[in-house]
């Protein structure tokens, strides 16, 4: 099976854009979670959506929204960049929101603000 | 406020030792632990998981414990490889919320 894809790899915006990144989860899995890492904070949760309705949402402001589609593609927007939205955006599949938990991660895309 | 906190940037071991990583959790409604991988430009790797009614898993080289009193678990690797140089995150899920509530991670180096 192929692997979860993200695109853009790279991606380099300017302050008081908005930028849309996009997840396509492995065949069969329905569940997409989005996550930012940034140095010494881990991974940050930013919202999970199931069947194209968002199930739970992270410590972000407004300015990061999501959306999924019916093929299950998962497309992450944030308005307005701020320097510090600098980070490597993670998106996440797994069969379901329920038992196994394991969720099978895409490369990122390393978003830079200038 | 950092519900799993793993206290270790990094850890240096040498090939064929063990490699232990820790990891503290506060969340007492936490009840499922994973372990993930992760290498340089790539997402981060499913590696291991434990249920909070066990307190040991192991798969292969790589074992994980829990501690459910100390509110700890670590991660054992056993032989240490040169390719189990990563970045180890611990993650943890209570039954009623439904993201993964990562940790910072731990870099490990296995010297050759």
């Known amino acids: 099976k192929a692997g979860v894809t993200q695109t853009p790899r790279y991606l380099i915006k300017t302050r008081g854009q908005q930028v849309t990144l996009s997840c396509s989860p492995i065949?069969?899995?329905?569940?997409v979670s989005w996550y930012q890492q940034t140095p010494g904070q881990g991974l940050q949760f930013l919202f999970e959506?199931?069947?194209?309705?968002?199930?739970n949402k992270g410590n972000f402001p407004g300015r990061f929204s999501g959306r999924q589609f019916s093929n299950s593609r998962s497309e992450m927007n944030v308005s307005t960049l701020e320097l510090g939205d600098s980070a490597l955006y993670l998106c996440?599949?797994?069969?379901?929101?329920?038992?196994?938990?394991?969720?099978?991660f895409g490369p990122g895309t390393r978003l830079t603000v200038t | 406020d950092q519900q799993v906190k793993q206290n270790s940037p990094s850890l240096s071991v040498q090939e064929g030792r063990i490699s232990i990583l820790n990891c503290d959790y506060t969340?007492?409604?936490?009840?499922?632990f994973l372990w993930y991988k992760k290498y340089p430009a790539e997402g981060p790797t499913f590696l291991i998981s434990?249920?909070?009614?066990?307190d040991k898993n192991e798969d292969g080289r790589f074992t994980v414990f829990l501690n459910k009193s100390a509110k700890h678990l670590s991660l054992h690797i056993v032989p240490s490889q040169p390719g189990d140089s990563a970045v180890y995150f611990c993650?943890?899920?209570?039954?009623?919320?439904?993201?993964?509530?990562f940790g910072s991670g731990t870099q490990l180096t296995v010297l050759p």
């Open positions: 434990i249920s909070s009614i066990k």
């Open positions: 969340n007492s409604m936490f009840d499922y």
């Open positions: 993650a943890a899920r209570s039954g009623s919320a439904r993201q993964l509530t």
């Open positions: 996440a599949s797994s069969l379901g929101t329920g038992f196994p938990y394991e969720q099978y």
């Open positions: 065949s069969g899995h329905r569940s």
């Open positions: 959506y199931f069947s194209e309705t968002q199930r």
